[in-house]
């Protein structure tokens, strides 16, 4: 075998080493929302890794959701388009959010300086995505730090990959009916291993209901004093 090739198997075997280590060294879990738990390997989500939910900034928004509905303080980059109010309805909780809507070119370091003070981030790449190196250099602040990573997108080297391959929403008939409820497909991607799901994301939308007329209010017979006829 070559030397370059040898040294590029080399590499990739420490790459392999390394993740695996990552995976089961000193990872602890962390409040996890029940209709995401079934996605994710371990049935919860882990300190110290990245995911990755392209597809669906509803499913990004509900992994975030279980560690900020249970006290952590979660912090969102270039999204500028997340909605506070849904993000509420799933559970995120406003009060512990640091919301960077459009980071530009600084992307990258405004998220690796996030994770150092904040447990979770979500992040969502621009096209051209990050290098391999800088990848590496985020994933292994992620462990020094003992954050956890959400990616509105693709990501090299993510605990697992959570797809949203299709959906519909529920609640809605022929001309009546309001949203209740979208059911997503997710395909989950863990080390090459793929399986199905569907999950389910509750709406916060509800049906106006007009508030109930006051009662009529009755006239009240008043006593008036009687006339003495005019002379």
């Known amino acids: ?75 969102v980059v270039g999204i500028p388009e997340f909605g506070a109010e849904a993000a509420a309805e799933l559970g995120v909780a406003l009060d512990r959010l640091v919301l960077v809507p459009s980071p530009g070119e600084h992307w990258l370091s405004v998220t690796a300086q996030l994770a150092e003070v904040l447990p979770v981030v979500l992040v969502r790449p621009p096209a051209r995505g990050a290098s391999p190196s800088e990848t590496a250099r985020l994933a292994s602040r992620l462990r020094q730090r003992d954050a956890t990573l959400l990616v509105a997108g693709e990501w ?36 090459e291993v793929r399986t199905r799901h569907r999950v389910r994301i509750e709406t916060g939308f509800r049906p106006f209901v007009p508030a109930a007329p006051a009662a009529p209010v009755r006239p009240r017979p008043v006593a008036v004093p009687a006339m003495e006829a005019a002379e």
């Open 1 to 75: 075998m070559p030397a370059a090739a040898r040294s590029e198997t080399v590499a990739a075997l420490q790459a392999r080493i390394a993740a695996m280590q990552a995976r089961t060294l000193g990872a602890r879990t962390l409040p996890t929302d029940p209709a995401v738990a079934p996605l994710l390997p371990g049935g919860a989500l882990r300190s110290g890794v990245a995911y990755a939910a392209p597809g669906s900034l509803a499913l990004a928004m509900l992994l975030l959701a279980g560690p900020s509905a249970a006290g952590a303080w979660v912090g």
């Open 156 to 191: 090299s080297g993510a605990e697992a990959t959570l797809t949203a391959t299709g959906g519909s929403w529920a609640g809605i008939g022929t001309g009546w009916g309001y949203l209740a409820a979208r059911e997503l497909d997710v395909v989950t991607t863990v080390r």
